[in-house]
């Protein structure tokens, strides 16, 4: 055993969100276990167990100034998990991982964009779907077992997960797509990957997809002849390398004496704000952040009137965006939760009202998050404006987030307060994935990169399903015996 009883008291664990809100305790879990598991038996999602803190980290990473992302990558993993990994495995898995890295691009005095989308699938989710990729094939490897990750995709998150798995040792990954709803680039993406990656096209729509997937998850039968596992965006195993992207571009700010700027973060499922907040909790000497999202604006509102009311998503051009029931809001509560507790410990939460700590959440999370929803109308005219300024293409989302932080900048009562000059906005998808509405937008040609081209001229191989459980099942069968 490599572990030592020192590093099992140090490396972090994990326990359910549900738990947490809830005031009950129970045994946190391993990195690991919460990895292969994704989601908690109670429903909950997986949170950090304790407070970790990693400022002393993050100063050194200041006074190195060639450290590179993959390297800082390596010593958070490591510090965050030394229990799991040493510091060989910790670097073996980040070199995998990242073969890619954050990169800054200067739009005006206003607006920098921290690019995202210099992965294989050209979004953001390659940092979070590499690192489990990665994470789980070194894991499997050692215990010499075989699993299937089951994923439903209405896009973006399908592509991510097929290029990041692609060759995977003992990782079979299964795609349900819905018919005719991705847009035929992403669906080249999806299907054309061959070797272990399979795609189901099925005749139906988003949501019968993850149905399917969901009653083949609460079917143990199916769960143990397979070994289904998920790589859905609310596993932990994506949600934490996200994070070390926000300590990379503060480091890097830091290191050129930038600080009057703030994060901004285009925003749908609130996977990538929390990985944000999870970094500010280590440590990262962050005040603020800007929660962007489109028109369904579930968290803005919250942020504005304390009261919370999840809806149907509806469609708007940053389409990934489109949720109206962020499940990650879980995490965000959790998170300022803690917070109060921490800094105010004789305000006992656990038998406070329901309302007081309702409220003491919302208190906690106002002063840390300002919210701005933006229309597809203004999409499209920020789009045009950062063409027209500085010859770049912004991506609808990105485009989300540089019209949310510019009115973030020019408010009274957050960018004019806080003495905020700039704002770094995560670019969360490379332009030419959305070349359709930019063209439509901007009136010019969107090139695709090479790694975006080549899949224009792959075969489509998938398979046929009707969405009903018999017809998925049967695929299964066929497919993976
Ligand atoms: C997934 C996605 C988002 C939203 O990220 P969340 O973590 O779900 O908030 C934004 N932009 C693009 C391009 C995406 O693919």
New binding site residues.
């Given amino acids: 055993m490599r572990e030592n009883v020192s590093n099992i008291k140090n490396s972090t664990r994990f326990i359910s969100t549900k738990t947490i809100l809830k005031g009950i305790q129970t045994a946190p879990i391993s990195f690991i276990d919460a990895v292969f598991q994704g989601l908690a038996p109670d429903g909950g999602l997986y949170y950090p167990h304790r407070y970790i803190d990693l400022s002393e980290h993050i100063k050194r990473f200041v006074s190195d100034v060639n450290m590179s992302f993959v390297e800082m990558a390596s010593h958070i993993t490591r510090a965050l998990f030394p229990a799991e990994f040493s510091e060989e495995q910790a670097a073996t898995i980040c070199e995998k991982a990242f073969q890619f890295s954050p990169a800054f691009h200067y739009i005006d005095e206003e607006i920098s964009l921290l690019e995202l989308f210099h992965g294989q699938s050209c979004?953001?989710?390659d940092f979070g779907a590499s690192y489990l990729a990665a994470v789980m094939e070194e894991r499997l490897e050692e215990q010499d077992t075989r699993i299937t990750i089951l994923t439903a995709t209405s896009g973006?998150?399908g592509s991510a997960v097929a290029q990041a798995f692609h060759n995977k040792k003992n990782i079979e990954v299964v795609l349900l797509y819905p018919s005719n709803k991705v847009s035929p680039l992403q669906e080249k993406q999806l299907t054309g990957m061959g070797d272990n990656i399979y795609a189901l096209e099925v005749e139906g729509t988003f949501d019968d997809c993850q149905r399917l997937v969901k009653e083949a998850f609460q079917n143990e039968v199916l769960c143990k002849k397979y070994g289904l596992s998920s790589a859905n965006?609310i596993n932990i195993g994506r949600l934490i390398p996200q994070s070390f992207y926000y300590i990379y571009a503060w480091v890097k700010l830091q290191q050129h004496n930038e600080n009057d700027w703030v994060f901004c973060?285009?925003?749908?499922?609130?996977?990538?704000?929390t990985a944000g907040l999870l970094a500010r909790s280590w440590g990262l000497p962050i005040k603020h952040f800007i929660a962007a999202s489109n028109e369904n604006d579930s968290v803005p509102k919250y942020l504005r009137t304390g009261i919370y009311t999840p809806h149907d998503s509806f469609a708007t051009l940053?389409n990934?965006?489109d949720?109206g029931n962020?499940s990650?809001f879980e995490r965000l509560e959790t998170l300022f939760l803690l917070e109060s507790q921490k800094q105010n410990t004789k305000n006992d939460t656990g038998t406070a009202s329901y309302k007081t700590y309702k409220n003491t959440i919302h208190t906690y999370m106002k002063q840390c998050l300002y919210g701005e929803s933006v229309s597809d109308v203004d999409i499209r005219e920020e789009m045009k404006r950062v063409y027209h300024m500085s010859h770049s293409f912004v991506?609808p989302?990105t485009a989300v987030g540089v019209c949310a932080g510019r009115r973030a900048l020019n408010s009274a009562d957050f960018g004019k307060k806080h003495n905020y000059k700039k704002t770094v906005v995560l670019s969360?998808?490379h332009p030419a994935?959305f070349f359709e509405i930019i063209e439509d937008a901007c009136g010019e040609k969107v090139k695709l990169p090479e790694r975006l081209e080549h899949f224009l001229h792959k075969e489509k191989t998938s398979t046929k399903i009707y969405p009903t459980r018999e017809s998925f099942q049967e695929s299964l069968q066929d497919l993976l015996g």
């Fill in positions: 979004a953001f989710k973006d998150t965006s973060v285009p925003s749908g499922n609130y996977g990538n704000l940053a990934a965006m949720v962020p990650n991506c989302h969360t998808a994935k």
